[in-house]
């Protein structure tokens, strides 16, 4: 590496919404120059979609799931003082809290907060840790407007420090396709098949409107842990369970609606923004980051993320009135290119790392 070179840290070679992003700000900075920008991951990962520049390789063990692997500490201090990154970026709480041990304030670093602050960070320990690698970073970035709220009641220097900058995507990749056009609308769920993204929850909403007679096609696009439960429920009431798939933007764009069913924590659903950009409403759950993407009843729906009623009766509504759903689709693509672009995105973040990196 050169003075000129910053390096990004996430946890981890997964193809997610977090890191598939911090995959695609590093390329957008590298076509800016002069900096460039370099992606490491820390734990050793189950795929090779990311294409890391570099990877300190440690294996996902117990010491990660309690919360602190000294062997990243002694791993990234070699590779920082290897490498001379002139600065680096925590995509991430788990990056953060190690960057901020590692580096021991020769190399400045961005936090960029991704998330709402996790039920385990009730035990006193944890929330200390936290303090101190929020207070150590040189800049934090929070993906949402609420993120930025709950980080500000840390404290006054923590409230200066932070700035609002939401996880881009590229317009050119997520775009308005056929969007369905047959009689019965399709519906889509996209995410993680995990407890926090409440697949279920889908599998249930589109049951309770097959109970109502209306015509819709079903389908979740996504994996983990709950799938096998996800397809056993999905058969009974008819939705296709496509597994992760690499055409997801094409998917989108044939869709007619979007259901997000996540729980608190989130920081800023990006499937929102790709729905958005793709020309389709969304009905969503009122969790951190949905507001900043979704206006409520002009680009989508925002429900209270417990209340399933409500939720179902929101996606009747729209299924049921084509000509609002459309025209809520049409106006989540104009709010998502003036806000929600890769490239509006990556000229901020050009802004934070020359701020804390002159």
């Not at 990006?270 to 958005?276: C, D, K, Q, R, S």
Request: glycine content about 10%; proline content about 6%.
């Amino acid at each position: 590496m050169s003075e000129s070179d910053i390096l990004h840290l996430v946890s981890y070679d997964v193809s997610r919404g977090a890191e598939r992003y911090a995959r695609s700000l590093v390329e957008a900075l590298n076509r800016r120059g002069p900096d460039r920008h370099h992606l490491m991951t820390i734990f050793r990962g189950d795929e090779t979609t990311l294409d890391a520049d570099f990877a300190l390789d440690v294996p996902r063990s117990t010491l990660r799931r309690v919360g602190f692997d000294p062997r990243v500490i002694r791993r990234m201090r070699r590779a920082v003082r290897d490498l001379a990154p002139r600065a680096v970026v925590a995509h991430g709480g788990e990056p953060a809290k190690y960057a901020a041990f590692a580096l021991g304030g020769s190399t400045p670093y961005a936090y960029l907060v991704i998330g709402s602050t996790h039920p385990k960070l009730g035990n006193p320990i944890r929330r200390a840790i936290r303090r101190i690698y929020l207070s150590r970073a040189a800049a934090i970035v929070a993906v949402s407007a609420s993120l930025a709220a709950e980080l500000a009641a840390e404290s006054p220097s923590v409230a200066a420090r932070t700035r609002v900058i939401p996880n881009g995507r590229d317009p050119d990749t997520y775009r308005p396709g056929s969007g369905g056009g047959g009689t019965a609308p399709r519906i889509m769920f996209v995410g993680h098949l995990e407890e926090q993204k409440r697949p279920l929850l889908f599998v249930e909403v589109i049951g309770e409107l097959r109970r109502r007679d209306l015509a819709l096609t079903a389908m979740i696009v996504g994996d983990g842990p709950m799938r096998a439960d996800v397809e056993q429920r999905a058969r009974s009431v008819g939705v296709e369970v496509l597994g992760a798939r690499d055409d997801v933007p094409a998917l989108l764009g044939d869709a007619d609606l979007l259901v997000a069913t996540s729980r608190p924590p989130e920081g800023l659903p990006g499937v929102l923004i790709e729905a958005g950009l793709s020309g389709v409403a969304a009905v969503t759950t009122d969790v951190p980051g949905a507001r900043d993407v979704v206006e409520d009843g002009v680009t989508g729906l925002v429900v209270p993320v417990e209340d399933q009623a409500r939720l179902v009766d929101s996606v009747g509504l729209l299924l049921e009135d084509p000509d609002r759903r459309k025209a809520m689709g049409r106006a989540a693509r104009e709010r998502c290119l003036e806000l929600f672009t890769l490239d509006a995105t990556t000229d901020e973040w050009d802004e934070v790392i020359r701020g804390m990196a002159p």
